[in-house]
């Protein structure tokens, strides 16, 4: 018969029964033990009769099985708080660059809303130091119209000349 991790793309666990695969507690010092103590009973041996493989089966089944409903529920929620993180991260980005593409350069070469006679006014600046790359990302999208500069803060859900 075969270990689990030759009949599966997963990876041996470290520590883990040679029969079912899951951890088990042994002391550190301990190499020599390969099966949990439930597989110590029906672990495989060559040429064994189906009614032994069958029997580890159903009890690897019974064990293994809550553990993969389990994990499907946690990456299930892991995958649901990730996405509504990206979602904020995208709110926090959208908000970010309205306000400072709002400090744009008037004709006299001022700061259009804090009337700063240099130009990139103190928001600018202050931006660029305590974060360049968050700077330059807000710097490509002013060189957007308002079109493009609408799809990559809203997607297809928002207008920027209305927020």
Same mark, same amino acid.
């Given at each position: 018969?075969?270990?689990?991790?030759?009949?599966?793309?997963?990876?041996?666990?470290?520590?883990?029964?040679?029969?079912?695969?899951?951890?088990?507690?042994?002391?550190?010092?301990?190499?020599?033990?390969?099966?949990?103590?439930?597989?110590?009973?029906?672990?495989?041996?060559?040429?064994?009769?189906?009614?032994?493989?069958?029997?580890?089966l159903?009890?690897?089944?019974?064990?293994?099985?809550?553990?993969?409903?389990?994990?499907?529920?946690?990456?299930?929620?892991?995958?649901?708080?990730? +996405?509504?993180?990206l979602?904020?991260?995208?709110?926090?980005?959208?908000?970010?660059?309205?306000?400072?593409?709002?400090?744009?350069?008037?004709?006299?070469?001022?700061? +259009?809303?804090?009337?700063?006679?240099?130009?990139?006014?103190?928001?600018?600046? +202050?931006?660029?130091?305590?974060?360049?790359g968050?700077?330059?990302?807000?710097?490509?999208l002013?060189?957007?119209?308002?079109?493009?500069?609408?799809?990559?803060?809203?997607?297809?859900?928002?207008?920027?000349?209305?927020?």
């Amino acid at each position: 018969m075969y270990n689990v991790s030759e009949v599966t793309d997963v990876p041996p666990i470290d520590r883990g029964c040679a029969c079912c695969g899951m951890r088990f507690p042994r002391p550190p010092d301990d190499n020599e033990t390969q099966h949990c103590p439930r597989c110590q009973l029906h672990f495989p041996v060559a040429s064994e009769a189906p009614e032994r493989e069958l029997a580890r089966l159903r009890d690897h089944d019974q064990r293994l099985r809550p553990g993969y409903a389990a994990a499907w529920n946690f990456q299930s929620q892991y995958q649901d708080r990730m +996405k509504s993180a990206l979602r904020s991260r995208d709110n926090w980005k959208a908000a970010l660059a309205e306000v400072l593409l709002a400090h744009e350069e008037a004709a006299d070469g001022s700061c +259009k809303i804090c009337h700063e006679k240099e130009f990139p006014c103190s928001t600018w600046r +202050k931006l660029e130091r305590v974060n360049r790359g968050i700077h330059r990302e807000v710097e490509t999208l002013a060189a957007l119209d308002d079109d493009e500069l609408s799809r990559e803060l809203y997607g297809d859900g928002g207008d920027y000349r209305s927020a």
